[in-house]
């Protein structure tokens, strides 16, 4: 399966979870349900739903079949779905508890590391729709780098800032993140060496030469088939 239309999958299933989630807390956690907190999630929702949306025009109008050069230590397609499900999960986790520390102890440490992973998931929801959709390989590199640049920090407030106790524990879930993140780092960096951009023709690259051929080629197919 390739890696766009798995993102595609994977924002649906962040949808199907997160609404139970809100309609469980707004209506149905014990002993008082907590509409607030509730509605809290609401904007997120929002984004979740645009970011959804936007993956699956992306999908329509990007083909699937394009080929780019890719370094011979890149992960198959087959790694991303379990590697991806287990990271949001530990991710889950510990900025649930980062929340629920922050909504008790509004302190500035609290709400700093929250405000940083925050702007984080943000960037994060945003580099699949630049990489995969826009094939904007040195863009998608440089919001690599940002990720990392903004993770870094949350994990150590998380760990040693926390107010008014630090979370290691909570901060240790989000390592194998940070290792992950690392590496496709690197493995972005490299891409963008394989396919350099040309600055002459309007930031083209070997992605969106590929891109744009197939959907010629579709667009070939269908006009043959409609002969």
């Given at each position: 399966?390739?890696?766009?239309?798995?993102?595609?999958?994977?924002?649906?299933?962040?949808?199907?979870?997160?609404?139970?989630?809100?309609?469980?807390?707004?209506?149905?956690?014990?002993?008082?349900?907590?509409?607030?907190?509730?509605?809290?999630?609401?904007p997120y929702l929002g984004w979740l739903a645009f970011a959804t949306f936007l993956n699956v025009e992306i999908c329509k109008r990007n083909p699937t079949d394009n080929k780019i050069s890719l370094p011979s230590w890149t992960p198959p397609d087959t790694i991303f779905g379990p590697v991806w499900s287990t990271l949001y999960t530990l991710m889950g986790l510990a900025i649930g508890r980062l929340w629920n520390v922050t909504a008790s102890n509004p302190q500035q440490m609290n709400t700093l590391t929250l405000t940083l992973w925050m702007v984080h998931y943000v960037i994060n929801i945003l580099w699949a729709p630049v990489f995969f959709g826009m094939k904007k390989l040195r863009l998608a590199s440089i919001m690599n780098g940002l990720l990392l640049s903004t993770l870094i920090p949350v994990i150590v407030l998380l760990g040693f800032y926390v107010q008014p106790i630090p979370q290691p524990v909570l901060a240790a879930l989000l390592l194998p993140y940070l290792g992950w993140l690392t590496f496709a780092?690197?493995?972005?960096?490299?891409?963008c060496k394989r396919n350099p951009t040309d600055n002459k023709f309007g930031g083209y690259n070997e992605a969106r030469f590929q891109a744009d051929l197939a959907r010629l080629q579709q667009q070939a197919a269908r006009f043959a088939d409609g002969e």
């Amino acid at each position: 399966m390739k890696k766009l239309r798995l993102a595609s999958i994977m924002n649906g299933l962040l949808l199907s979870t997160l609404i139970p989630v809100i309609a469980l807390l707004g209506f149905y956690v014990q002993p008082i349900p907590q509409p607030v907190l509730a509605a809290l999630l609401l904007p997120y929702l929002g984004w979740l739903a645009f970011a959804t949306f936007l993956n699956v025009e992306i999908c329509k109008r990007n083909p699937t079949d394009n080929k780019i050069s890719l370094p011979s230590w890149t992960p198959p397609d087959t790694i991303f779905g379990p590697v991806w499900s287990t990271l949001y999960t530990l991710m889950g986790l510990a900025i649930g508890r980062l929340w629920n520390v922050t909504a008790s102890n509004p302190q500035q440490m609290n709400t700093l590391t929250l405000t940083l992973w925050m702007v984080h998931y943000v960037i994060n929801i945003l580099w699949a729709p630049v990489f995969f959709g826009m094939k904007k390989l040195r863009l998608a590199s440089i919001m690599n780098g940002l990720l990392l640049s903004t993770l870094i920090p949350v994990i150590v407030l998380l760990g040693f800032y926390v107010q008014p106790i630090p979370q290691p524990v909570l901060a240790a879930l989000l390592l194998p993140y940070l290792g992950w993140l690392t590496f496709a780092t690197f493995l972005n960096v490299e891409i963008c060496k394989r396919n350099p951009t040309d600055n002459k023709f309007g930031g083209y690259n070997e992605a969106r030469f590929q891109a744009d051929l197939a959907r010629l080629q579709q667009q070939a197919a269908r006009f043959a088939d409609g002969e």
